[in-house]
């Protein structure tokens, strides 16, 4: 038998080990593993939250931080924000005197992290970080939202902050807008532009059946 007749037998038996089993057996190893590293260090923590639900991180940028910010100018209040990552947008809300300050957040190498820059900003016991789902946060007491979490769960969450925000109080959205509500203002241009919307003209807006544009 020929080198290349060789070749070919020891290839056919290395398919022939694998086969349609082994094969099914290595998708499925590698499915888990995938999920394994999704679950344990991407989303750990967010096992009771349902997947269509679930928002990986990402940080806003520092002129997303700055475009809300400014759409929160001049406000105050209790000021939440709904998966807050690395605290950053509620150092920012804290030092502009948007107190107190709050961050919901599952992912608890995140909260360490949001904890750690706090202390490190002067601000340890000043701003809290709480491990809570966001939709399960009671937020009727809150004046300031900010928001930088996925298209896909937008209508959800415009119908928890609809049900619970008071009327004064102002939603502002990074990067993604409330496909049916109303924006005040908006402010910056692509992917650093934010939305900030008046729950008390929201709820007008809806109850004349208004069509999304900006009020101001
Ligand atoms: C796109 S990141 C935004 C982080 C931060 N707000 C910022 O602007 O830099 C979304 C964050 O929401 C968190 N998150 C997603 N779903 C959540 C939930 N149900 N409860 C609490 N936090 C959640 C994620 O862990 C992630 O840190």
Request: hydrophobic share 45%; proline share 6%; with cysteine.
């Amino acid at each position: 038998m020929d080198t290349e007749a060789l070749d070919e037998l020891a290839g056919q038996l290395r398919g022939e080990a694998l086969g349609g089993r082994g094969l099914l057996q290595l998708a499925a190893a590698t499915g888990l593993a995938a999920y394994a590293v999704w679950a344990a260090v991407l989303m750990p923590g967010f096992r009771r939250v349902p997947l269509h639900l679930q928002v990986p991180y990402l940080p806003s940028s520092a002129q997303q931080v700055a475009n809300v910010m400014a759409l929160l100018r001049g406000r105050s209040g209790k000021t939440a924000d709904l998966g807050s990552g690395d605290g950053r947008l509620v150092l920012e809300a804290h030092k502009q005197g948007l107190r107190p300050a709050v961050g919901y957040e599952l992912n608890p190498w995140l909260l360490w992290f949001a904890k750690y820059r706090a202390w490190k900003a002067g601000c340890h016991g000043q701003v809290s970080f709480l491990k809570q789902d966001l939709w399960k946060a009671n937020l009727s007491d809150c004046y300031n939202v900010t928001v930088f979490l996925a298209p896909s769960v937008k209508p959800p969450l415009a119908a928890k902050l609809l049900a619970e925000l008071p009327d004064e109080a102002r939603v502002v959205a990074g990067r993604f807008p409330f496909p049916s509500w109303t924006p005040s203002s908006t402010l910056g241009q692509g992917l650093e532009q934010a939305w900030a919307y008046d729950m008390k003209e929201v709820r007008r807006m809806a109850r004349c059946g208004g069509t999304p544009g900006v009020t101001a």
